[in-house]
């Protein structure tokens, strides 16, 4: 996301260029949004104009925010933790609610604005209001950033080919079978070998991934086999 809003450049005078870098963050900003995104979730009126004031212009967006920002913690009960336990679920708990109500704020104002392929394409697009909504876009995702105040980001050095994509080993695939912990066994239990779904990446679960210990990021095909011809890259831990 970052590096689309940094790309892109505002002030062109080129409107269908414009409007390409919008539709192409757009399309970032639903796929991060998809699992949360019913099919009841649409503005009350697919003419809405961004100059509308208010603050409950995006109201029709909350139900996603809703579910985004409780996806992964809703579930866990304060009372039976302990209070080590509580200060991490608060940390996770309110940094989740801060890049939901970023992201979902931001695909909602591009929706408004005509560029989603779901939502509102069907109407003529203001190239003036777009731009303003880019450079909105740039500064929320600056200041996102800067709030996380991440002192190392991982990224794959130099950056990966087009038909590549940057892959960091993520537990549980590649890792020990039946081991939760980074501790690797005498003699794992061998699985069986198959062939990993598209979004995981690396090769099949059974096969230890060499860096499963310490995860580096590395450029992989984007489709199957993805680790033939493998690129490790510096990073900075």
Known sequence: MQYLLN???TDSYDPDNVIDYAIKIQVQLRHMLMSYIFFDVMPPSIDAKMKETGSDVLGWARPVYRLCAAAHTG???DEAMASSERLLLDVVRK???EICRVVTTMWGSGVL??????????KELDVEAIRNIMKVWKDDVDELMAWLDGNVWVK??????PEEMCYL???PVNFPPNNRSRVPRPNPVPTASTTPLPWRGGPPPGKLAKDWQRPQPRCIRRVDPYDSGVRVIASNF
């Open 75 to 77: 579930m866990l009960k």
């Open 95 to 97: 940094t989740t609610l």
């Open 156 to 161: 794959c050095r130099p950056a990966c080919g």
């Open 169 to 171: 080993t993520t537990w």
């Open 113 to 122: 604005a005509g560029v989603d392929q779901f939502m509102g394409t069907d």
């Open 7 to 9: 790309s892109t450049n």
